[in-house]
């Protein structure tokens, strides 16, 4: 759902972009400073960095819409199976 949006480098899909991804929604969802960034994610700074890149150039906006677009149609899935269901009558 996420790699398709994220942005190509000249030579594809450029590495970590994923971890760096995770990286900015733990910081947000954490509502930590940037510097207290977990090690397994990489430098703060260079996370940071990618961060303001993908805001300046849209990038952070396209994904968060396809996320919701598609969190949207998986819930209408759910709704509209779940209504098929109810109207089911138990067997005898």
Same mark, same amino acid.
């Not at 703060?44 to 949207?72: C, H, K, P």
């Given at each position: 759902?996420?790699? *398709?949006?994220?942005?190509?480098?000249?030579?594809?899909?450029?590495?970590?972009?994923?971890?760096?991804?995770?990286?900015?929604? $733990?910081?947000?969802?954490?509502?930590? *400073?940037?510097? =207290?960034? *977990?090690?397994?994610?990489?430098? $703060?700074?260079?996370?940071? =960095?990618?961060?303001?890149?993908?805001?300046?150039?849209?990038?952070?906006?396209?994904?968060?819409?396809?996320?919701?677009?598609?969190?949207?149609?998986?819930?209408?899935?759910?709704?509209?199976?779940?209504?098929?269901?109810?109207?089911?009558?138990?067997?005898?």
């Amino acid at each position: 759902m996420i790699k *398709p949006h994220l942005p190509l480098g000249e030579r594809g899909l450029i590495p970590a972009l994923r971890q760096q991804f995770d990286a900015v929604m $733990w910081r947000f969802r954490t509502g930590s *400073p940037w510097r =207290d960034l *977990p090690v397994e994610y990489g430098p $703060w700074s260079t996370v940071y =960095d990618r961060f303001r890149s993908w805001v300046l150039n849209g990038v952070l906006q396209r994904l968060i819409q396809a996320m919701i677009a598609e969190a949207a149609a998986l819930q209408e899935t759910v709704e509209r199976e779940r209504g098929s269901r109810c109207c089911l009558r138990p067997r005898p």
